[in-house]
């Protein structure tokens, strides 16, 4: 599985969201919500839904029951009690530079509606050319205007992937204040 991010209602759940399932050799074009609860670590709802993701879908709760799982190119929300998916025209912005987000990049959500991306490799466009290079910066994006904000220049960005990715404390997230 890839393309695979989480959240936390409450306290009480982690919903996980895969983009892609690797299927008999193949990549399938469903994606996954799996709800555990965190007092019994069983799962306590299963939902599958018609896209993939080719990168870590950004995650965020609009309302009590509402997922909301956005893609450059797709995004849904999703009713948690109707089991109900709808598509949404909501997408997330390309990176500055016109660059994708690739499974490759730390990607974590800081705050209110906020998403922090850093680490990663970067080409522009659509299609993964053979000239690629490694990502030296770290974003911002408020998902309220959709714009993304370059937070650090190199070297400062390259020390943040793990941090991010685990939600420890890290350099830059220390020097911005997120409101």
Known sequence: MDATALITKEDKSIYIVTGRCLVNGRFSR???VDCFDTQTG???QYLTFPI???HKPLLSFQQDNILRI??????LNINLQKIKANKSTNTVPLLPNNYTLDLSHAVCSIGDNKVFVCGGIICAGDKRPEDYSVN???????????EWKVLSDPPEALDCPACCTVKLPCKILRKIVIS
């Not at 956005?70 to 995004?75: N, Y």
């Not at 030296?136 to 959709?146: E, F, H, I, R, V």
């Open 42 to 44: 069983e799962v306590v």
């Open 136 to 146: 030296p910066n770290a974003y911002l994006l408020d998902q309220k205007t959709g």
């Open 30 to 32: 469903v994606g996954m």
């Open 70 to 75: 956005q893609s450059h190119k797709q995004s």
């Open 52 to 54: 993939e993701f080719n």
